[in-house]
């Protein structure tokens, strides 16, 4: 051997026999295998089809309930926000109300001025009295007292007018709240519906990577969003409601104030044409006495 020069080859065994009845017994084995997956995928496949049909039924209903709580919640949010449009509508209204009430306040505090000031130049001009003139008439007091009606009547709607811009803030405050509850709402109402119209078909329903998930802990009850909705609505109307008295009572008291100033200004002009009367008879009476004393002294001289 050590001469040959190819190393040798081994032959390998030959493959084992089996008999028929092995074979037989083999491929009865695989067919029973196959027949017993086949039954169990079968199973898993039934199952699978009647777990679709629970979930699917179950997915309906949830849905049909989800459907019917959102569509109540739409009603709801348009109520609320109906009834917030309604509100702003009544507080523009009291606002322009109250803006020309606060506009005849102004008017009437310019008059007063011009009329205060016309008084005051009276007492002036009457200080210019010479002698036994200078005296403390009826004139001097009802001219006093009507410089002091006006002064407690500009101070009484001083205040009022204050009134009239707190009032016309908080109307305004009311306005914006209301406002921004009614963007909101609006806000509320464009998703609900637009969830109220999704179906199992709808695309894009995977949820994104962006969007945060729920946190039930900033989550608020029913209670407590139809607490949070009547809350400017209510805050608005007694607003409103504290504006109406507020018109009243300045239209009382602009009559009022008219009338005392009418009232004042007749009793001075009165005054007046009676100190005046007064002073015209006496300068009548001198000057005829003037005349008297003039005549008696031209015909003592004559003589």
């Not at 039924?57 to 009603?75: F, H, P, Q, S």
């Not at 205040?159 to 509320?188: G, H, M, P, V, W």
């Not at 994104?208 to 809350?231: C, G, M, Q, Y």
């Not at 805050?235 to 409103?240: E, G, M, P, Y």
Request: hydrophobic content about 30%.
């Amino acid at each position: 051997f050590k001469h040959l020069k190819y190393p040798l080859v081994t032959v390998s065994s030959p493959p084992p026999r089996f008999t028929l009845r092995e074979w037989y017994l083999n491929n009865h084995h695989h067919y029973r295998t196959a027949q017993d997956q086949q039954q169990k995928a079968a199973r898993v496949t039934a199952e699978s089809n009647r777990l679709c049909n629970l979930i699917s039924e179950v997915t309906k209903l949830n849905k049909a309930e989800v459907d019917n709580t959102l569509g109540e919640r739409i009603k709801d949010t348009e109520y609320w926000k109906k009834e917030n449009e309604i509100q702003k509508e009544e507080c523009c209204k009291e606002e322009e109300a109250l803006l020309i009430y606060k506009e005849r306040i102004t008017g009437a505090l310019v008059s007063l001025k011009q009329q205060a000031q016309t008084s005051k130049k009276c007492i002036i001009l009457r200080e210019g009295r010479l002698g036994i003139d200078q005296v403390h008439d009826d004139v001097e007091r009802e001219l006093l007292k009507e410089a002091e009606t006006i002064e407690g009547v500009q101070s009484l709607l001083h205040r009022t007018l204050e009134q009239a811009n707190e009032q016309i803030r908080l109307l305004r405050s009311a306005k914006y709240f209301l406002d921004r509850d009614n963007e909101d709402k609006a806000t509320a109402l464009k998703i609900d519906k637009y969830c109220g119209n999704l179906q199992e078909t709808s695309l894009n329903l995977s949820t994104h990577h962006e969007v945060a998930s729920l946190d039930p802990s900033r989550n608020i009850t029913r209670e407590e969003w139809e607490h949070f909705s009547k809350k400017f609505i209510e805050r608005a109307a007694k607003d409103v409601n504290n504006t109406r008295p507020l018109r009243s009572y300045i239209d009382i008291l602009l009559k009022q104030v008219t009338e005392d100033l009418l009232n004042q200004y007749r009793v001075t002009n009165e005054s007046f044409s009676r100190r005046i009367r007064e002073t015209r008879d006496a300068k009548i009476k001198l000057e005829n006495e003037h005349h008297e004393v003039i005549h008696n002294i031209h015909s003592g001289m004559g003589k």
